[in-house]
């Protein structure tokens, strides 16, 4: 098989990734680059001179180069689509190349969207269209992440009873990637509850919306695992130093920490497990840690492998619903002031419609954040 490959939002190369952009597009392109039945043909940007440097920058011929997305589907009927835009308009994107008859697939940067009806679509348009919807928790490639889930499945720690992750920045941003690993040691059984908290004092806005400062989640799966969840956008010693690593793994026989703090520094493995019984940690060695572009590159190889085998791809529009609704169900707790039953059955957004209503007033960013 032989697919032509489009990227929409390409973006600029930042000099210092961070807050204003990541050059996602750019890692995208870069895999597909390695994959021999893919061929990178078109792109497109708002801003011109974005999409022009992206397309010298790849070999994309100046003919298909595009500001208007819908010019460049209808042009060059691409069999594979990137979607590398802010989450606020990834659904509208998303939609109109599913419904475009001519996109196979589409690999989307995560969270899936900034409401929980426009995420939900998504997936429901991409099933009825019979086109791959893949989004970027690329984050599961990680050998640690796998040699993890190994350990797991292979009853090192007896039987999953708690899963618990402490997120940066927000669960809407960096949480998207928490939340979905989450569901994958748990095999992707679907919430039964969530119970959740935040605070949102000072404006925290990322690729154009809102993450909250702080965050304690706790909820449960229709299997009995229970879930404990952070965040802190400040790295103050906030909710995210109660659990202390990037994710645990409590079972009946013992414990697997992934990323615990000081694992930066050197000082601690970023993968390392104590069976019941054990006065020590055992560190696991592992390829790679829990951060690397690589993981994209392996991301998407998944995807198109998926694509050409006709296999449901575990970055799957329905796994990622599954994170997202764990997401939103928090900030409708928040809102609610109570526990949230599961299938959530809200449209919205509700931290954005707290902002909005006033009854969160976050005070705004200054400029050098």
């Given at each position: 098989m032989s697919y032509r490959v489009a990227v929409i939002g390409t973006g600029t190369e930042p000099d210092n990734p961070g807050r204003d952009g990541y050059a996602m597009a750019y890692h995208h392109a870069t895999a597909y680059e390695k994959l021999e039945e893919c061929t990178l043909v078109a792109c497109a940007d708002i801003v011109r001179e974005n999409a022009e440097a992206f397309a010298d920058e790849f070999g994309i011929d100046d003919g298909n180069v595009f500001e208007a997305y819908d010019?460049?589907?209808?042009?060059?009927?691409?069999?594979?689509?990137?979607?590398?835009?802010?989450?606020?308009?990834?659904?509208?994107?998303?939609?109109?190349?599913?419904r475009s008859g001519v996109v196979e697939a589409i690999h989307c940067e995560k969270p899936m969207a900034d409401s929980y009806g426009?995420?939900?679509?998504?997936?429901?348009?991409?099933?009825?269209?019979?086109?791959?919807?893949?989004?970027?928790?690329?984050?599961?490639?990680?050998?640690?992440?796998?040699?993890?889930?190994e350990l797991l499945d292979g009853g090192e720690i007896g039987d999953l009873e708690r899963i618990e992750f402490a997120a940066p920045v927000g669960i809407f941003d960096y949480g998207s990637h928490s939340f979905d690993l989450c569901n994958y040691f748990n095999d992707e059984v679907s919430g039964d509850w969530a119970l959740g908290q935040i605070e949102y004092g000072e404006e925290n806005i990322l690729f154009g919306s809102h993450n909250e400062n702080q965050a304690v989640v706790l909820w449960e799966y229709e299997n009995g695992v229970n879930g404990l969840g952070t965040s802190d956008s400040d790295d103050d010693g906030g909710p995210t130093s109660a659990v202390g690593c990037h994710h645990r793994l409590i079972?009946?026989?013992?414990?697997?920490?992934?990323?615990?703090?000081?694992?930066?520094?050197?000082?601690?493995?970023?993968?390392?497990?104590?069976?019941?019984?054990?006065e020590e940690w055992?560190?696991?060695?592992?390829?790679?840690?829990?951060?690397?572009?690589?993981?994209?590159?392996?991301?998407?190889?998944?995807?198109?492998?998926?694509?050409?085998?006709?296999?449901?791809?575990?970055?799957?529009a329905e796994n990622a619903l599954n994170a997202t609704e764990l997401i939103f169900a928090t900030w409708e707790s928040a809102r609610r002031r109570g526990r949230v039953d599961l299938p959530l059955t809200i449209d919205g957004n509700p931290l954005e419609e707290m902002v909005e209503s006033g009854a969160l007033s976050p005070a705004p960013m200054t400029e050098d954040e």
């Open positions: 010019e460049m589907l209808e042009t060059v009927e691409p069999e594979i689509v990137s979607l590398c835009v802010p989450p606020a308009i990834h659904d509208t994107i998303a939609i109109d190349c599913i426009g995420a939900r679509t998504m997936a429901q348009e991409a099933s009825s269209h019979d086109v791959q919807l893949t989004f970027n928790h690329q984050r599961r490639f990680s050998d640690a992440v796998r040699t993890a889930k079972g009946t026989r013992g414990t697997i920490e992934l990323g615990p703090s000081g694992e930066g520094d050197g000082e601690l493995p970023t993968l390392r497990i104590r069976r019941a019984g054990d055992e560190p696991i060695e592992t390829d790679d840690g829990l951060h690397g572009w690589e993981f994209i590159d392996r991301a998407v190889a998944e995807n198109v492998r998926c694509l050409e085998a006709g296999e449901e791809p575990e970055l799957g």
